[in-house]
């Protein structure tokens, strides 16, 4: 189920994309399927990373919790949609269908300060 | 329009999933609160949603792990404890106080899990709870849950802030619920910030199948907690408010429901430790019966209570005293000053004392400690002294959790003491004074008699229900060899007591010596005129004889008279024809001439 999710992943959002100074950030979204909220926050997300020029690299990771289930577990997700920004001391947390490209962008920027 | 005509469908489709069309009668849960499960009549709808409403500190969330806990216990059905607010150190931390935690059982038993947001989580835009759903299907599936309880979950909701989404997360999680065939609880915060907290709590309170509202109020300083079953779907519920408390096992109900039947009846009596109040009760009192000893400060209640708890102990059976704002051992001390040993039996362990305040706690705290005390102890004897101390508060339960009490001991067939501690208000205004008089099955009360610069204490037997009993005030007293009840003096329109009653007994036995005395000189005086009479009645008859023998002779010496009449008579006859014969004889002539 994972491999299928993972497999989505790649189909849904721009593969790893390596800035010119190698710095990437990673993210992970948390979708449940193809729920209204789900599907907005994955095309929200998408022209985001598309449209904003300070993000070096990226790369996405979709998570399916109704088809992944344990990984809801062990990541403790509690609502759908989240997007999660790995940086190495913190992460950012953003719930909702990222329909607030303004609060979105700001996490994006701030994303991209991760060293 | 088009836009709210697709959010209506899309809410009737996430309602609709995972409903069943059949129609069964619902079954319930025990909360392991029994209390609760008296009122609701076995306790939450199983596969169902309880909403607990309550305002903050009122034990939502402990109520919540209460259930989780009893179903683990009781049924051995895991349980999922989803926490909004607090974290789950905070949850295992806030129930460190009861007499039963979380430590010792395992996670795959009672999982307790965080689902706060971390603190600077940035919401943007609309967001539902599928995740945290997905999450708890897969414990479910691993652990075999079949409770679940959602712990502030207004938290993360009213995030939403709009109605409608609120409202179609509230239905999914329902409808979860419902597929998942889980007995679910969700805690929501009573007080209302805004017009939405007051619409989400209606609306939670409509999605819901059963209400249950944990509230608590002020009465001067006192603080009184209640529950009350706001609704119940498809099933009957005690919808007053009742008291509750939370103790040393968490929250407790007091279902203010008395069956007053079902009583066991005992014939056998049972020695009030105090003789002569034994045979004025006919007997003593009844197993099993509750007694109400009222009176003044001072008249000796507690030592007619110790009384019948040592008589109880000594026979061999149990006795629980329960005693407010007086210390065990300063009883004790007391009680052995008028030769009444408790510590021999409490040393036997027979006889459990307990001290409670009365001020600081609840009657139904209190109620709850003495209810533990029965259960642990088993006595067959249950004194609680004074039993007044529940009334005195401003609590507004405190008549009925006297009642509870008096029911409490009933049903278990213990014969119940209550002492009340009444003013210096005499007679029948005291009748009123207490409720808990008309469920006592015996009254005695024992009032102060002041009279000639002196304190008594008088005894009454009130009522005493199925037993025959004086209906005489006797005196109470008080030695060092024990209680005794004493007759009273009464007479001249008056009850003596004390030295006034000794005074007018010796006063009295003078008189009667003097009396005797009197009686015995009169007793002389008639015996004297008796035999004067006597000698004078022999004289008179003696005289009488005398004068009947004089009449005798006179009668016959009239007749001898009269018969020498007649033979004069008939010699003058004779005479006179001799003088025809000579009709001139001289001697003739001169008689007739002499008559």
């Avoid at chain 2, 619902?26 to 309550?54: C, E, H, M, N, Y």
């Amino acid at each position: 189920m994972s491999v299928k999710a993972s497999k989505r992943a790649r189909a849904v959002v721009s593969p790893a994309n390596s800035g010119a100074d190698g710095r990437e950030i990673c993210l992970k979204l948390y979708i449940a399927s193809t729920t209204p909220n789900s599907e907005r926050a994955k095309t929200n997300l998408d022209a985001a990373l598309r449209d904003f020029s300070v993000v070096p690299g990226y790369r996405v990771e979709l998570i399916d919790v109704l088809a992944d289930a344990k990984r809801a577990v062990t990541d403790n997700v509690i609502v759908t949609p989240t997007l999660v920004a790995i940086g190495p001391k913190r992460h950012l947390v953003m719930i909702g269908d990222l329909s607030d490209s303004d609060k979105l962008h700001g996490l994006l920027k701030a994303a991209a300060t991760f060293s | 329009m088009r836009k709210s005509a697709k959010r209506v469908s899309e809410l009737r489709r996430v309602r609709n999933r995972g409903r069943t069309p059949k129609h069964q009668p619902i079954r319930k849960k025990p909360t392991g609160i029994a209390g609760f499960d008296q009122i609701t009549d076995g306790g939450l709808p199983v596969s169902r949603l309880t909403a607990v409403i309550g305002g903050p500190g009122m034990g939502k969330s402990l109520f919540a792990l209460q259930f989780l806990l009893n179903g683990l216990r009781t049924a051995g059905e895991p349980g999922l404890f989803v926490t909004f607010e607090e974290p789950v150190d905070r949850v295992r931390a806030n129930v460190a106080g009861l007499d039963w935690s979380f430590d010792s059982i395992p996670e795959n038993q009672l999982a307790l899990i965080d689902a706060r947001l971390p603190a600077d989580t940035v919401q943007a835009g609309a967001f539902d709870v599928s995740g945290l759903l997905a999450a708890l299907t897969a414990r479910k599936a691993a652990m075999g849950a079949c409770n679940v309880v959602f712990d502030g979950i207004d938290l993360l909701i009213s995030s939403l802030n709009d109605e409608y989404l609120e409202r179609r997360e509230l239905a999914r999680i329902d409808d979860w619920i419902r597929a998942e065939g889980m007995t679910a609880i969700l805690t929501v915060k009573s007080y209302s910030m805004s017009d939405r907290d007051q619409k989400r709590a209606d609306l939670i309170q409509y999605l819901t199948d059963c209400v249950v509202r944990l509230e608590g109020k002020l009465f001067d300083a006192n603080f009184s907690r209640t529950l009350r079953v706001v609704k119940y779907r498809g099933s009957n519920f005690a919808p007053d408010a009742v008291p509750m408390a939370i103790g040393h096992s968490g929250i407790e109900v007091v279902p203010n429901q008395i069956s007053r039947d079902n009583y066991p009846v005992f014939l056998e009596r049972i020695s009030s430790g105090v003789p002569r109040l034994d045979a004025i009760l006919d007997g003593g009192f009844t197993r099993g019966s509750s007694i109400l000893l009222s009176g003044a400060p001072g008249t000796a209640k507690t030592s007619l209570a110790a009384s019948l708890a040592a008589a109880g102990c000594g026979r061999g059976q149990k006795a629980a005293f329960v005693s407010f704002d007086e210390s065990d051992v300063q009883i004790i001390a007391n009680m052995k000053s008028i030769g009444i040993d408790l510590r021999r039996h409490v040393a036997s362990g027979r006889l459990a004392m307990m001290s409670l305040r009365s001020n600081g706690h609840s009657p139904e705290e209190c109620f709850l400690k003495i209810c533990d005390l029965v259960r642990r102890h088993k006595p067959d004897i249950l004194i609680v002294d004074p039993l007044s101390a529940f009334m005195e508060t401003a609590y507004p339960f405190a008549a009925i959790i006297a009642e509870s009490l008096v029911d409490l001991a009933k049903s278990k067939g213990i014969t119940f003491l209550g002492t009340s501690l009444l003013g210096q208000a005499a007679g029948e205004v005291e009748a009123s004074a207490i409720h808990v008089s008309t469920i006592a099955d015996t009254w005695i009360h024992v009032s102060y008699v002041v009279q000639n610069g002196e304190r008594n204490r008088a005894l009454t037997i009130v009522k005493s229900r199925g037993t025959g009993h004086s209906n005489q005030v006797r005196e109470l007293a008080l030695t060092g060899k024990g209680i005794d009840l004493v007759d009273v003096y009464v007479g001249d329109g008056k009850v003596l007591l004390g030295s006034a009653r000794l005074e007018k007994q010796q006063l009295e036995t003078r008189d009667e010596r003097l009396e005797e005395v009197q009686r015995a000189h009169r007793k002389f005086e008639f015996g004297r005129g008796i035999a004067e009479l006597q000698a004078r009645a022999q004289a008179i008859v003696q005289e009488l004889a005398s004068k009947r023998r004089e009449a005798q002779l006179e009668e016959s010496a009239e007749k001898v008279r009269s018969v020498a009449r007649r033979e004069a008579i008939t010699q003058r006859g004779l005479s006179r024809r001799l003088a025809d014969d000579s009709r001139f004889h001289p001697r003739h002539k001169k008689q007739r001439a002499g008559r």
